[in-house]
């Protein structure tokens, strides 16, 4: 019969784009186009195109494995994505990852060495993260840690694509834009993550921020992240004026972040979108000076 047949490639394809989180694939996305955009390039090379789809396929990889090996947790927390719904068996989604990923290196040659370089060191993170030996998931400082270790390659993934020369990195703002936002990434995004995630991380095992520091703690923890990361950018603001609108835009999050968390119960996922929202400003506005100076 018509409902025994497995689903169409097409169908596959679009679970595992849902199982990848759009959302997430959206801020990678834009992390690398800043990078691109500070490196400032009169026009843009023909590698920029492969280079980007190169990279989002390895960001593709690292979220759709991830799905892969969360299974207990995602259905603990009640997570709607395909493979804890049953709609997608992990099997299948464990060998489009690696297609993906093969993909990815296959395509970063076409945008040189030093590019398909980053690729593989964005692969080795996204399986380290998910997978035995390292397991970068079960620790928060760890996961933190690969967190902002993906944000910065991205930002220099791009810029590399873009053809920004890496002897003039310190040229532009680049270096305070991936920093600060890679930090926003990975010291309020785990902290923001981790409040309505408690339940299923326990369930498998993973000491979360929640299961060490409690939710009060955890809670905690993300209102002095977020506002230690807005004051390190108006800071930073103080020297480079380049970033004054993205530190604005970052002590505005810290801000909304902050009340969200404050007011959001322990299973809501608002300040985790409070968060998201935020780095997604803060990237578009760290661009605005070099498309529209």
């Known amino acids: 019969m018509r409902a025994d047949r497995p689903p169409s490639w097409w169908r596959v394809l679009v679970l595992c784009l849902r199982e990848s989180r759009p959302s997430v694939l959206g801020a990678f996305a834009l992390r690398f186009c800043t990078g691109a955009a500070l490196a400032g390039a009169e026009a843009w090379p023909s590698s920029l195109l492969p280079g980007f789809v190169s990279w989002m396929l390895a960001v593709f990889f690292a979220y759709l494995f991830n799905g892969v090996t969360d299974v207990v947790e995602d259905r603990a927390n009640g997570s709607s994505r395909p493979i804890a719904g049953g709609l997608l068996p992990p099997g299948t989604a464990a060998r489009v990852a690696v297609g993906a990923a093969a993909l990815a290196l296959g395509l970063g040659l076409l945008t040189g060495v030093v590019f398909t370089v980053l690729v593989a060191a964005l692969l080795f993170l996204g399986h380290a993260y998910s997978a035995p030996p390292l397991l970068l998931k079960a620790r928060p400082a760890t996961s933190a840690g690969t967190a902002v270790g993906s944000a910065l390659l991205t930002y220099a993934a791009g810029f590399v694509a873009a053809g920004g020369p890496v002897t003039e990195v310190a040229g532009t703002s680049l270096l305070p834009v991936a920093l600060l936002l890679a930090s926003w990434m990975g010291l309020v995004g785990a902290p923001a993550k981790d409040l309505p995630d408690a339940r299923g991380d326990a369930a498998a095992g993973r000491r979360n921020l929640s299961a060490v520091y409690g ?79």
Do not use: H, W
């Not at 810290?254 to 997604?280: C, E, H, I, N, W």
């Open 215 to 293: 939710a009060a703690g955890t809670r905690i923890l993300l209102i002095a992240a977020a506002a230690a990361v807005a004051v390190a950018a108006d800071l930073v603001s103080l020297a480079e004026p380049r970033v004054i609108g993205m530190a604005l835009t970052l002590s505005a999050g810290a801000v909304v972040v902050t009340g969200l968390a404050v007011k959001a119960d322990v299973d809501s996922r608002a300040p985790y979108q409070g968060f998201m929202a935020t780095q997604y400003a803060a990237n578009a506005t760290a661009m605005l000076p070099v498309l529209f100076g």
